[in-house]
């Protein structure tokens, strides 16, 4: 039997570790607020950054155009939850982990997030490492701020 009929073989026993996998990062995280943690049965989950509640400063229309276009004009604070989303994906990379943020506008202001891919070969400990990395990450930046909330999906 050749390597890729023995890997179809192992095909189901990698799905139930996956599985797993995802279960455990999700119960790794229900302490996080409600809505700090998308609901996905797949492997590609998210953790929402919740957005600054704050406007942007009134700008001058020079600096508008340095900013984007005049509909940000008194908008809620787009710019800061990028930096923001940012930020927390390149503490999880110094860390080892392969994070991504995905921005605005490509998701709607204030609900910038980090995309976290789960693999059959990550294993138990990478999970529970990841999950006390966000929440440490968690309670240095984000918990007991009043300047911050999530928006309404």
């Given amino acids: 039997m050749g390597e890729r009929e023995r890997s179809h073989w192992r095909l189901p026993q990698r799905r139930a570790k996956l599985r797993a996998l995802i279960e455990q990062f999700q119960q790794g995280l229900r302490d996080l607020p409600r809505g700090a943690v998308l609901p996905s049965p797949s492997a590609i989950q998210g953790v929402i950054l919740p957005g ?13 155009i340095l900013i984007g276009t005049e509909r940000y004009r008194g908008a809620r604070s787009v710019f800061a939850g990028n930096d923001r989303v940012v930020q927390f994906a390149s503490a ?25 891919c789960l693999h059959a070969h990550n294993t138990a400990e990478d999970v529970a490492r990841l999950c006390a990395a966000i929440h440490a990450y968690w309670q240095e930046h984000v918990a007991g701020r009043s300047d911050i909330a999530f928006a309404r999906l």
């Fill in 92 to 116: 999880l990379r110094r860390l080892g982990f392969d994070i991504k943020p995905i921005r605005s506008p490509t998701v709607p202001a204030s609900t910038e997030r980090v995309r976290i």
């Fill in 52 to 64: 600054m509640t704050g406007r942007l400063p009134r700008t001058t229309s020079r600096q508008r």
